[in-house]
């Protein structure tokens, strides 16, 4: 009769755990599906690197492999806006991409910064000249986010919160590119890789800080990217690639997926 009474009680919590756990996930599909999600920032964004572009985006290369997109078609928000656009830096995100952004939008998400901070020079300065150029050109990006790139920032998010007082901001932040003494044989040395990392590192720590001060989340993706970085056996990051430059230093679609997306989706 005890051993009866006990499997009862037992079956009893079992239904309820299975009801309270499935009552949650309705609830968290409910409160997805009522968002208004805007997605906004640079190629790390729009998804350059990934494939799958449409082509009604042009240059701004918007991929339906995007973690905007992949989060988008998994939760069923209300309405979605894509405005991510490649090489937009903080004047392009406040000039052409905020249209969409109103006082109903719940969620926004923004990569942006590293265009501001010169990313495409330094990488092209490394790949083409010496070391020293080359840590001489990171340590003139660093000098620029520490110096001019915390304002500019503040007048996204000032016009973010202006438009939507409301709305959950997420800040994306960029992978480090380089795993260390990892499988590459050629190309450039441990010094310059070292170098684009702590530069990654740094700009990552401004955008964590700068988000905290308005309020918003930072999502950091340079965990998810560990093991994945160029240079390693399983990279989500294209290295130089001669036939198509703009990919260069890009996360792959298995970057956006396995990287982007669930650094996404955990701040949310």
Not at 75 to 92: M, V, W
Not at 125 to 138: D, F, K, N
Not at 145 to 162: E, H, R
Not at 249 to 259: K, L
Request: negative net charge.
């Amino acid at each position: 009769m005890k051993l009866s009474r006990f499997a009862a009680l037992s079956s009893s919590l079992l239904l309820g755990a299975v009801l309270a756990f499935t009552g949650a996930g309705q609830a968290q599909a409910a409160e997805a599906a009522a968002l208004d999600y805007v997605a906004l920032g640079d190629s790390y964004s729009s998804g350059l690197g990934a494939g799958s572009y449409d082509s009604g985006s042009g240059d701004c290369k918007r991929s339906s492999k995007a973690y905007p997109v992949l989060w988008a078609v998994t939760n069923a928000p209300s309405s979605f806006a894509f405005t991510a656009c490649s090489g937009a830096r903080t004047g392009d995100v406040t000039g052409s991409q905020l249209g969409p952004v109103n006082s109903g939008t719940d969620l926004v998400s923004i990569t942006v910064g590293g265009n501001d901070a010169g990313f495409a020079d330094v990488m092209t300065t490394c790949v083409l000249q010496s070391e020293a150029t080359c840590v001489a050109r990171v340590n003139t990006a660093r000098a620029y986010v520490d110096s001019t790139l915390p304002g500019q920032l503040d007048s996204v998010y000032n016009a973010i919160s202006a438009k939507a007082p409301a709305a959950q901001v997420v800040v994306i932040g960029y992978p480090r590119f380089y795993q260390l003494n990892g499988t590459c044989v050629a190309g450039l040395t441990e010094v310059e890789r070292s170098a684009i990392n702590g530069a990654a590192d740094h700009l990552n720590s401004l955008l964590a800080k700068r988000a905290a001060d308005h309020g918003y989340r930072f999502a950091d993706v340079t965990g998810p990217f560990t093991g994945h970085e160029i240079c390693s056996p399983a990279s989500w990051l294209h290295s130089v690639n001669w036939l198509n430059i703009g990919e260069s230093y890009h996360p792959t679609a298995q970057g956006q997926s396995g990287g982007y997306l669930p650094a996404f989706s955990s701040a949310v």
